[in-house]
Nanobody, 126 residues
Framework: QVHLVESGGGLVQAGGSPRLSCAAS????????MGWFRRAPGKEREFVAA????????YYADSVKGRFTISRDNAKNMMYLQMNSLKPEDTAVYYC???????????????????WGQGTQVTVSS
């Protein structure tokens, strides 16, 4: 059974730099492309960042480009999201997701991801 477990969220001051982690089990991690999504209060879930199987290619939403960095460690079955210069509008539940499908046809659609974690809350205070 596949499990994705996020951690590292919490209450952070604006400008802070927390790092989210996603621990994967029950799957051959290096076979999966991975992504981070978020859902802010009253809004739909949105794409944040994605990384391919090898970790050699990363993709970002315009809203986080230059502030967030996605990475993975296939030896540890872990994915990370380093978040810098946080803003109140980054407040959301952050989810990690895994997909077998390649990124050739895109990476922002939540429906293309096969497995999801439960999410971790990040609240940014101003």
């Amino acid at each position: 059974q596949v499990h994705l477990v996020e951690s590292g969220g919490g209450l952070v001051q604006a400008g802070g730099s927390p790092r989210l982690s996603c621990a994967a089990s029950g799957l051959t991690f290096s076979y999966y492309n991975m992504g981070w999504f978020r859902r802010a209060p009253g809004k739909e879930r949105e794409f944040v960042a994605a990384i391919n199987r090898s970790g050699g290619s990363q993709y970002y939403a315009d809203s986080v480009k230059g502030r967030f960095t996605i990475s993975r460690d296939n030896a540890k079955n872990m994915m990370y999201l380093q978040m810098n210069s946080l803003k109140p509008e980054d407040t959301a539940v952050y989810y990690c997701a895994a997909r077998v499908k390649d990124f050739v046809l895109g990476y922002v659609r939540a429906g293309d991801y096969d497995y999801w974690g439960q999410g971790t809350q990040v609240t940014v205070s101003s």
